[in-house]
């Protein structure tokens, strides 16, 4: 079993940024897929960016040219950069982790809050 942990979340005003970080308890990124995914209140998840574990990088229309998924294997550790935050951003960020072999591996995180916010 793999636990994540996200955190970095917070309140920051609209304009402002938060990078958020994705903790795994084992060493996955180099073979896991991993998004960050988002729930406002009333809506369904979303996704908002994902890396392969090649690097190859994703991202929703919504956040391109905003938010950067990076990660560091070393720290078995997976970022998201956010900046010119709106408040349409305000949402439970998740981190997912997955990988399909003979059996299909999915983690989630708990979830960190961000509110964008005068």
């Known amino acids: 079993q793999v636990q994540l942990v996200e955190s970095g979340g917070g309140l920051v005003q609209p304009g402002g940024s938060l990078r958020l970080s994705c903790a795994a308890s084992?060493?996955?990124?180099?073979?896991?897929?991993t998004g960050w995914y988002r729930q406002a209140p009333g809506k369904q998840r979303e996704v908002v960016a994902a890396i392969t574990s090649g690097g190859s990088t994703n991202y929703a229309d919504s956040v391109k040219g905003r938010f950067t998924i990076s990660r560091d294997n070393a720290k078995n550790t997976v970022y998201l950069q956010m900046n010119s935050l709106k408040p349409e951003d305000t949402a439970v960020y998740y981190c997912?982790?997955?990988?399909?072999?003979?059996?299909?591996?999915?983690?989630w995180g708990q979830g960190t809050q961000v509110t964008v916010s005068s």
């Open positions: 997912n982790a997955n990988f399909i072999a003979t059996k299909v591996y999915d983690y």
């Open positions: 084992k060493s996955i990124f180099r073979i896991f897929a």
